[in-house]
T-cell receptor, first 114, second 111 residues
């Protein structure tokens, strides 16, 4: 069965510090991968998605970047965090051959920037 | 951008009652999906309804879709305290893989 992991689960970082959040998927090959951010009391905002190694599409201009160094690994990064980067970050995957079907979410990372 | 808008924002009912949540969207879709999120956790996919479908059932869940009104509803029958969570609709357009989520309905089911 497929599983998706995210770490760390929680993170407190000072403004201006770098960020690296990692997401890995097991039990499937060639998944589409997604990074979402959820602000308190709000829905999910798609940040990045990837349809293959090294292929990253950005949905919104921001202080963040994403990379996909391996087929089942998706990394969210920042060189200098802003207060507005605080939120709940969710990674998700969907099957490559079923792009319009459901997405499967990881447990999320709670990021607080102070 | 967020396309779906759920209504109501919050709903409080007692166990055994039915819970109905609505979702409206703005542009044409390939499908509409409902997800559930327990507090502080990831989202769990509940049900998907395609644009050429009008109604779909899964256990105690019933989803309807009216593409002429660009709206959908999620009905949870015989609710349980364990149904307490936030429920999100998400639309999938024909132009890409991205899901557009609404802000969610927070459901509280009291014993």
């Amino acid at each position: 069965s497929q599983t998706i992991h995210q770490w760390p689960a929680t993170l407190v970082q000072p403004v201006g510090s770098p960020l690296s959040l990692e997401c890995t998927v097991e039990g499937t090959s060639n998944p589409n991968l997604y990074w979402y951010r959820q602000a308190a009391g709000r829905g999910l905002q798609l940040l990045f998605y990837s349809v293959g190694i090294g292929q990253i599409s950005s949905e919104v201009p921001q202080n963040l970047s994403a990379s996909r160094p391996q087929d089942r690994q998706f990394i969210l990064s920042s060189k200098k965090l802003l207060l507005s980067d605080s939120g709940f970050y969710l990674c998700a995957w969907s099957a490559r051959d079923r792009p319009y079907n459901e997405q499967f979410f990881g447990p999320g990372t709670r990021l607080t920037v102070l | 951008s967020q396309q779906g808008e759920e209504d109501p924002q919050a709903l409080s009912i007692q166990e055994g009652e039915n819970a109905t949540m609505n979702c409206s969207y703005k542009t044409s879709i390939n499908n509409l999906q409902w997800y559930r999120q327990n507090s502080g956790r990831g989202l769990v996919h509940l049900i998907l309804i395609r644009s050429n479908e009008r109604e779909k059932h899964s256990g105690r869940l019933r989803v309807t879709l009216d593409t002429s009104k660009k709206s959908s509803s999620l009905l949870i029958t015989a609710s349980r305290a364990a149904d307490t969570a936030s429920y999100f609709c998400a639309t999938n357009s024909n132009s890409g893989y991205a899901l557009n989520f609404g802000k969610g309905t927070s459901l509280l089911v009291t014993p």
